[in-house]
């Protein structure tokens, strides 16, 4: 019998989301302010929340395709591809009208909203294939590289994971997929090793699934082992002249502490509020993560950010902005989704299982 995650387990996975979103927020406009910011700036936790982003996405994912039965490679696909785009889209078109309309910054090209649109910003076709133009940035929404290399996991992951039991058109459909996803995962496992913190996720998943059922009280001494691990990593990278979240072994550290964190809250008891703060906070992750960019700089131009005092302001108002975004588009992925697979993938599957991944 598989393990399945306990209501325990389920409010820390949600907290630990909303934040990472929150400190990428906190980390990308206190990285502005005078005097210099220990968070955001000297320390830039914004980096590493991402990792920690990818280790719960690589977890989840994993988790969520181990557990549902009766799960096939087009119902994968369109609920991947329907989690990302519904607020991903309208994240490219308000990043669009603050950079653009509002601020005048240099409009994107045709060839810029078709490589945002099919997740080739910041992959490395442009850097190891001569003749692809590269893809600009989009207006300066920083963040979205993060979204093409989520993509691409995905699809390589589902490729990797239901490849034995794909009809032959989803197999052709796949051999496609399977060019670009190999070459932006082995690039962002090669040469930056950021999806090496998805695989963790991953591989996790697989453990905690099909492992025995242990208690808090025995993996207190392997998490506190890593967290001392991790300090003293902290310490070796804060000698340098600049702080790299992006670290191999603070990656690998980071995502086994994750993991026993996840192991560790298996009994934890959880009151009414606490659970409604952290389903909450999740809830508005994804959009607070994909628009606190445009609006963080727009609230730039309108007031000195760079004093502490305007600059949570901002924070503040792009948190509000998120849940606006997030009350209106959040879980429409769920009516995409359900329309696609009557279209594409008819075989009736539950839905609830997953309505936040």
């Known amino acids: 019998m598989s393990n399945t995650l306990t209501i325990g387990q389920s409010t820390t996975l949600n907290a630990i989301r909303a934040l990472a979103a929150f400190a990428v927020l906190v980390g990308h406009t206190l990285s502005g302010v005078t005097p210099i910011s220990w968070f955001g700036k000297i320390m830039p936790f914004q980096s590493l929340a991402v990792v920690v982003f990818f280790w719960l996405s690589g977890f989840l994912i994993t988790y969520h395709c181990l557990t549902r039965e009766k799960y096939s490679f087009s119902e994968y696909m369109i609920d991947r591809f329907s989690r990302i785009y519904v607020l991903y889209v309208p994240a490219l078109i308000i990043s669009f009208l603050v950079f653009v309309l509002f601020i005048g910054r240099t409009a994107p090209t045709a060839w810029d909203w078709i490589g945002h649109l099919l997740q080739l910003q910041h992959t490395p076709f442009a850097r190891m294939i001569d003749g692809i133009p590269p893809i600009t940035v989009f207006g300066g929404n920083t963040v979205l590289w993060t979204i093409a290399v989520e993509w691409w996991l995905y699809v390589f992951f589902g490729i990797a994971f239901f490849w034995r039991d ?62 001392f691990g991790l300090l003293w990593r902290f310490k070796k990278l804060s000698l340098a002249s600049h702080m790299n979240m992006y670290d191999q072994q603070l990656l690998l550290l980071t995502g086994v502490a994750m993991m026993f964190i996840i192991l560790a809250s298996t009994n934890l008891r959880v009151s009414t509020p606490v659970k409604w703060i952290a389903t909450k906070g999740a809830f508005l992750s994804y959009a607070m993560y994909l628009t606190h960019e445009p609006i963080r700089v727009l609230l730039s131009t309108q007031m000195n950010s ?52």
């Open 166 to 227: 794909m009809s032959a058109v989803e197999r052709m459909f796949a051999t496609v997929l399977a060019i670009p996803a190999t070459l932006v995962v082995g690039y962002f496992t090669i040469w930056e090793s950021v999806a090496w913190e998805w695989f963790l996720g991953a591989a996790f998943a697989y453990i905690y699934v099909f492992m025995p059922r242990v208690n808090w009280k025995q993996v207190l001494v392997p998490l506190a082992a890593v967290i």
């Open 306 to 357: 760079a004093k502490p005092l305007n600059a949570w302001l901002s924070i503040l108002i792009c948190v509000l902005f998120s849940a606006v975004c997030a009350w209106l588009l959040e879980d429409k992925h769920l009516t995409l989704r359900k329309w696609l697979k009557k279209k594409i993938a008819p075989r009736e599957t539950p839905l609830a299982a997953s309505s936040t991944l």
